[in-house]
C-alpha cells in the first residue's frame, strides 16, 4: 500500500467507529471529570458514526467479556508467542470486573517481540483511535504494578514502558509512562524526562489511574497535560503541564505517519520477571464543534427521505451525519443539531401501502411539505436521493391569467431542526435551489418561522424568472438569534398564473447557515 493512502485513511474514520461490547462500569455510570467538564462514559452501540462531539468516548477497553481484545475488532493483544504473555485477570480496577495482565520473562523468546522484551496491546488497526495533527484527545487508562521488586542501589537502571502515545515509521515516541528505579516517570519526544510519582513502593498492586489531554501539533501550537489519581484520591491532580506551546506530533502524515496508542510492558531488566495490569483504555474526544458561522444543515435534496416515498425510511442510504456538505454526498448535519431518526412514512399518493396520517416525519431535523393541500408529483434526477429532486403538486391556481395566485398559508415546503441541549442556534442564511414545472407555475417565494407562529415574513418575497432551470434563492435569517428550542421553517410558494391544471414546484437542495453554540 503507498503511504498516501494511509493518511487518507483519516477522513474514512469519520465514517466508521468501532465500539466497545457491553461494559458493566459504564453501566454502573463511571464519570470522568476534567477542571472544567464532566464526561458519561457511555455504553456505545454498533454501528457507523460520522463524526465526534466533544466529550464523545471513542475508544472504551474494559475487557469485561474476558476476552484479550476486549471483543473489539482491531485490538491486538500482543505479539509476544507465551500463552501467558497475555491473560485476563479478576478483579480489575474497578470492583468485581476484569483486566489484561501483560507479563515479560527476560531470557524466554516467548517474551521477546517486535525486536524486544515486551508483551504489549495496541490500538493501531482501529482507524477513529489513531490521531492526527489538529485532532484534540483525552487518553485515560489504569495500571497495576502486579509484585513490583524494590530497586536498590546497583541494580540495573532499565526503564519499563507502560503506555505509549505513538507514531508509526519509527518517528520518536510523542509520550510514554515508564517505571524506572522506584519512580514513574514521563518521558517525552524530545527526550525530556518528568518523575511524577517518587516512590511507586506504597501503590504495588494497586490501580493508578492516568488521563492525557493532547492537541496533536506538528508546530509549536500543541499541548499535553498528564494527570494521576493514586489510591484514596478523590480526583485527577494534574502532575505535568510542561509542554505546552509544544510539537506534540512527530514525523509526517504525507509520508504515511499516525498516532497509535499502546499499553502493556516494554523492556525489563536483566534476568527478570515483570508483570503489569492495565484497564479502562479509553480515548474521548476533545475537539469542540465548529463556533464560526457557517452550514448548519444542508442536504441536496429534501431530507432525501421521507415524505415522498414507500416503506420505512432508511437512515443509512439517506442521511449519515458526514462532517462536511460536499459535492459527493451533498449532506450535513452539525454535530450540535438533536438528530432522531424518523417514523416509517408513506408516499401521500401510494396505494401500497395505503396512506396513513399517522405516518408523518417524526423527528429532527427533517423536511415535509404541507400535505392537507400538497402532494408528491413525482421526482427526476432518476431515482430518490442526492442528484435527484422532489416536485409537489396542488399548489392554488389563478383566479384569472392576470391575477396570479395570492400567498396561501396552507401550502409550504416544512424544515424542522433543534439544537441539542445546551446548545443555541444563531442563524444568518437559508438557501434552496428551486425550480417550477412551467412558466404559468408559482415563481415567488416566501420564508417563516415557528418563533413567530409563522406570522412574518424572514426578509423579502423573493421571485424568480426561471422555471424547470434550477435557481438558487436566499433568505437573511439573522434575525434569528438565541434559539433553544426546535424551530420550524415553512417556504412557501404562490404567484401562478395558470388558471387550471397542477401546478408544481420543486426544491433540489437547502443549506441552513448560521451558529450552533453553548449556551452560557
Not at 464532566?38 to 462531539?53: E, R, V, Y
Not at 487518553?139 to 505509549?164: A, C, H, I, R
Request: glycine letters at 8%; hydrophobic letters at 35%; a neutral charge.
Amino acid at each position: 500500500m503507498k503511504k498516501k493512502s494511509v493518511y487518507l485513511q483519516k477522513y474514512m474514520a469519520l465514517a466508521v467507529l468501532f465500539l466497545a461490547s457491553s461494559c458493566s462500569k459504564v453501566q454502573n455510570g463511571l464519570t470522568s471529570q476534567t477542571e472544567t467538564a464532566k464526561f458519561p462514559i457511555a455504553k456505545m452501540a454498533l454501528g457507523p458514526q460520522a463524526n465526534f462531539n466533544y466529550g464523545d468516548t471513542i475508544l472504551n477497553v474494559t475487557y469485561e467479556n474476558d476476552a484479550l481484545n476486549s471483543g473489539i475488532a482491531g485490538i491486538n493483544a500482543t505479539n509476544a508467542t507465551a500463552s501467558d504473555a497475555a491473560y485476563i485477570v479478576s478483579p480489575g480496577a474497578t470492583t468485581l470486573n476484569h483486566a489484561i495482565a501483560h507479563k515479560v520473562v527476560y531470557g524466554d523468546l516467548g517474551y521477546n517481540s517486535d525486536g524486544n522484551w515486551r508483551s504489549e496491546s495496541d490500538a493501531q488497526q482501529i482507524i477513529p483511535a489513531r490521531y492526527f495533527p489538529g485532532d484534540e484527545r483525552r487518553y485515560e487508562f489504569s495500571v497495576m504494578l502486579k509484585d513490583w521488586p524494590v530497586w536498590n542501589q546497583g541494580d540495573p537502571t532499565n526503564e519499563s514502558n507502560l503506555f505509549q502515545l505513538k507514531v508509526s515509521g519509527g518517528e520518536n515516541v510523542p509520550l510514554m509512562i515508564r517505571a524506572q528505579r522506584n519512580v514513574i516517570r514521563i518521558r517525552y519526544q524530545d527526550v525530556s524526562v518528568t518523575d511524577i510519582l517518587p516512590n511507586i513502593q506504597p501503590y504495588v498492586n494497586q490501580w493508578i489511574q492516568f488521563r492525557i489531554d493532547v492537541l496533536w501539533a506538528t508546530t509549536a501550537t500543541g499541548y499535553m497535560k498528564t494527570y494521576m489519581k493514586l489510591p484514596g484520591q478523590s480526583d485527577f491532580v494534574l502532575v505535568d503541564s510542561s509542554k505546552t506551546n509544544y510539537a506534540t506530533f512527530t514525523g509526517n502524515v504525507n509520508n504515511g505517519n499516525l498516532g497509535y496508542i499502546k499499553w502493556g510492558l516494554y523492556v525489563v531488566p536483566p534476568n527478570s520477571t515483570r508483570t503489569v495490569y492495565h484497564d479502562d483504555i479509553r480515548i474521548i474526544n476533545l475537539n469542540q464543534a465548529p463556533t464560526t458561522t457557517g452550514l448548519i444543515w444542508g442536504n441536496s435534496i429534501p431530507d432525501a427521505n421521507p415524505a415522498y416515498l414507500d416503506g420505512p425510511y432508511t437512515i443509512t442510504s439517506n442521511i449519515t451525519n458526514p462532517t462536511a456538505y460536499n459535492n459527493t454526498n451533498h449532506v450535513y448535519i452539525h454535530p450540535n443539531i438533536k438528530y432522531q431518526s424518523p417514523q416509517n412514512i408513506v408516499y401521500v399518493n401510494s396505494a401500497s401501502p395505503a396512506p396513513n396520517p399517522t405516518d408523518n416525519v417524526v423527528g429532527t431535523p427533517r423536511s415535509d411539505f404541507s400535505r392537507s393541500t400538497l402532494s408528491a408529483a413525482g421526482l427526476s434526477g432518476g431515482a430518490p436521493g442526492p442528484g435527484g429532486r422532489y416536485l409537489v403538486g396542488g399548489w392554488v391556481n389563478a383566479t384569472s391569467a392576470t391575477t396570479p395566485s395570492a400567498f396561501d398559508p396552507t401550502e409550504y415546503y416544512e424544515l424542522n431542526l433543534e439544537p441539542k441541549s445546551g446548545y443555541y442556534f444563531n442563524f444568518s442564511d437559508i438557501k434552496f435551489t428551486v425550480l417550477r414545472g412551467a412558466a404559468t407555475h408559482p415563481n415567488t417565494f416566501v420564508l417563516r418561522s415557528s418563533i413567530d407562529n409563522f406570522a412574518t415574513n424572514i426578509s423579502a418575497p423573493v421571485t424568480i424568472s426561471g422555471t424547470t432551470t434550477p435557481t438558487s434563492i436566499a433568505f437573511n435569517a439573522s434575525a434569528l438569534s438565541n434559539i433553544t428550542t426546535a424551530v420550524t421553517f415553512r417556504l412557501y410558494a404562490y404567484g401562478a398564473t395558470a388558471t387550471s391544471g397542477t401546478t408544481s414546484v420543486g426544491v433540489n437542495d437547502f443549506q441552513v447557515s448560521g451558529q450552533v453554540l453553548p449556551t452560557p
